[in-house]
């Protein structure tokens, strides 16, 4: 990885992200919690870093240039990324632990679920956690 040329901030990169997809600077500034001028000063930064023009402001809108439209599936991937980091993070510091109960009529107690129930167990097994049992 050529770690020189990651040189901007993600904080950056995020506002972009907000301001493409929320069409405006004012409504990025609402979902991510923070202030317009701030929203206007992360995307100006992104844009000098990256030597590009990322927006076009059109009245209170703003418009992805070429470049911009082409950065921003890039920026997309970076925050599924993100995303998937923080949950995963979150998933290993919180253990889910407990007894399930099924309740089901006869036929679906008899019928539909012992394939389930054994496609679970397979997967559990798989996972290292507790089996099912059917009582």
């Known amino acids: 990885m050529n770690w020189n040329s990651i040189s901007f901030d993600w904080n950056q990169a995020r506002a972009f992200l907000a301001a493409a997809e929320e069409r405006s600077r004012s409504a990025a500034a609402d979902v991510l919690g923070v202030t317009q001028p701030k929203i206007t000063r992360q995307i100006a930064s992104l844009e000098k870093e990256l030597k590009v023009v990322l927006f076009e402001r059109t009245g209170r ?18 925050a599924g990324g993100a995303n998937m980091m923080s949950l995963a993070a979150s998933g290993q510091a919180e253990d889910i632990d407990g007894l399930v109960r099924v309740s089901a009529a006869d036929m ?3 019928y539909l679920l012992p394939p389930i129930l054994d496609r679970l167990n397979r997967l559990l097994k798989n996972t290292g956690l507790d089996a099912v049992s059917r009582t």
């Open 61 to 78: 809108s703003v418009t992805l240039t070429p470049v911009g439209q082409t950065l921003l599936e890039h920026v997309r991937t970076m």
């Open 108 to 110: 679906t107690a008899a």
